[in-house]
């Protein structure tokens, strides 16, 4: 049986195998037991933990039940994610915002949509789809603080994630809403139009009365493929803005793909549903049919 203090606590960091735990005052650095990570459920941040403290040093004994758990971002028990976008610099392909924000409707999980850079390019487009497909969404500029308040006011008493791809601002944006966090932030590379990883790990901060931010490294495309893969048949339950045609399909176990008589696919052509988002549906429904049923076990 372990011995020392056991205290409750949250994960505010993890990096390399280390969580910091924030317990009341005090934050603790921990290692977690082995038995935790061979059954597949290593902490992450975000995580509400008991822990044991001897000399000083923690030792994660459990986790306790999660709300919900994200394997990209790495993160544990929010209560919405702020997606971040940008139509320049790098430009952000539809396609990674509405993975990120499947995964997150299938575990009923509210997504915001912050286009950043907007300063730079107000990305009408983009903005026009994710209205339309009912999201909130926010302009942002980091380097006018265009929209900033906006989001503070939105994510105010609430645990939230921010996610996005590599470049698109988040540490920037982070730094506007608490300047004394003096995040780094990475210049965009201009022949790859990337931007490079200034965030390594997954940290939560405070930001004013009961509202943490968790901010996590950026991705890529080619990340996509890391994300976790939601089961065909519930995949068109994400999609919040197929869920006025669901169920009014002429086969009851419509796919939304080549069936006659499918109200999906006819407000598609109707322009009621975006085409961008439609085609991200059939590209997920793809990857969700090559995964077989063992390997979610």
């Avoid at 999906?264 to 322009?271: E, I, L, P, S």
Wanted: hydrophobic share 35%; with cysteine; glycine share 8%.
């Amino acid at each position: 049986m372990p011995m020392g203090e056991k205290v409750m606590g949250r994960i505010i960091r993890s990096i390399s195998g280390f969580y910091d735990v924030q317990s009341e005052n005090r934050v603790i650095t921990c290692r977690a037991r082995g038995i935790l990570r061979k059954d597949g459920n290593s902490p992450l941040t975000g995580d509400m933990v008991e822990i044991t403290v001897e000399q000083g040093k923690g030792m994660v004994e459990r986790i306790l039940p999660r709300r919900n758990r994200f394997v990209r971002p790495a993160v544990a028990n929010v209560d919405a994610l702020v997606v971040f976008a940008a139509n320049v610099n790098p430009v952000t392909e539809p396609f990674l915002i509405d993975r990120v924000a499947a995964i997150a409707g299938d575990q009923e999980v509210p997504v915001y949509l912050c286009i950043n850079k907007c300063d730079l390019d107000p990305a009408v487009d983009l903005e026009r789809i994710y209205r339309n497909a009912g999201f909130p969404v926010i302009c942002t500029s980091a380097q006018t603080g265009e929209g900033v308040e906006q989001l503070r006011s939105l994510i105010a008493g609430k645990l939230t994630a921010f996610t996005g791809n590599s470049g698109v601002g988040k540490s920037s944006i982070l730094n506007r809403l608490c300047p004394q966090l003096q995040l780094s932030t990475g210049e965009v590379s201009q022949k790859l139009g990337r931007g490079r990883h200034t965030t390594r790990h997954v940290e939560l901060f405070p930001l004013g009365k009961d509202t943490f931010v968790i901010d996590t490294p950026g991705f890529s495309s080619f990340d996509t493929d890391m994300m976790e893969v939601i089961l065909k048949e519930n995949l068109q339950y994400a999609f919040a803005d197929f869920a006025p045609y669901i169920g009014k399909c002429q086969f009851h176990d419509c796919t939304h793909r080549r069936e006659p008589g499918c109200t999906v696919t006819a407000a598609v052509a109707a322009g009621e549903i975006e085409p961008t988002r439609y085609d991200s549906y059939l590209r997920l429904y793809e990857k969700a049919s090559q995964i077989k049923q063992w390997e979610l076990k």
